[in-house]
């Protein structure tokens, strides 16, 4: 009698230990849930390489737009929003950049309209390489583009972009020692 008892203790203790192991396993082998992201910006695979663009700057994390040849509201949105970002950075200012990168077609009246932004450098380049209008992105130290983010026309959906950049720079500077 004791014999089948200690067999089933054995029994119970492998399935107590070993089963959640394999369940665990076969679950992660066949994608039966999403695996978790924390960051709010699409995920840029494979980052772009700006180094060319940013090969003077120093290495500092950025938030980068692209100047277009008209700047509509969401031109608007996207240079308040840089700037209010990098604001909200408060003593982590000094760690990021908030960059403008202007073209020879870039709308002259946005660029002049910089001036009240004072926290927000332009850099100008020839070609924007693969990078799109009405986009902003997240550069590293490394000067790679590896976050972007869509602005919205909508000044709301602007602002609600803007707390998703704030919260994945401060993320991003919390965990680099870089910059």
Request: aromatic share 6%.
């Amino acid at each position: 009698m004791s014999n089948t008892t200690s067999k089933k203790t054995l029994i119970i203790m492998v399935a107590v230990f070993v089963l959640p192991v394999v369940l665990a396993k076969i679950a992660l082998e066949n994608d039966w849930f999403n695996k978790a992201s924390t960051n709010k910006g699409a995920l840029l695979q494979p980052t772009l390489d700006l180094s060319t663009m940013l090969k003077e700057s120093s290495p500092t994390w950025r938030l980068l737009y692209i100047l277009p040849e008209q700047c509509d509201l969401r031109c608007a949105n996207a240079l308040f929003s840089i700037n209010q970002v990098w604001l909200a950075l408060g003593k982590e200012s000094d760690r990021a950049q908030a960059l403008v990168l202007t073209t020879p077609n870039s709308d002259k009246t946005a660029l002049a309209s910089l001036a009240d932004y004072p926290n927000v450098a332009t850099l100008s380049v020839d070609d924007t390489g693969p990078l799109a209008f009405q986009s902003v992105y997240v550069v590293d130290t490394l000067n790679n583009a590896m976050l972007f983010y869509q602005i919205s026309e909508d000044k709301e959906e602007a602002v609600m972009e803007s707390r998703n950049m704030l919260a994945d720079i401060k993320k991003l500077l919390k965990l680099s020692r870089i910059g």
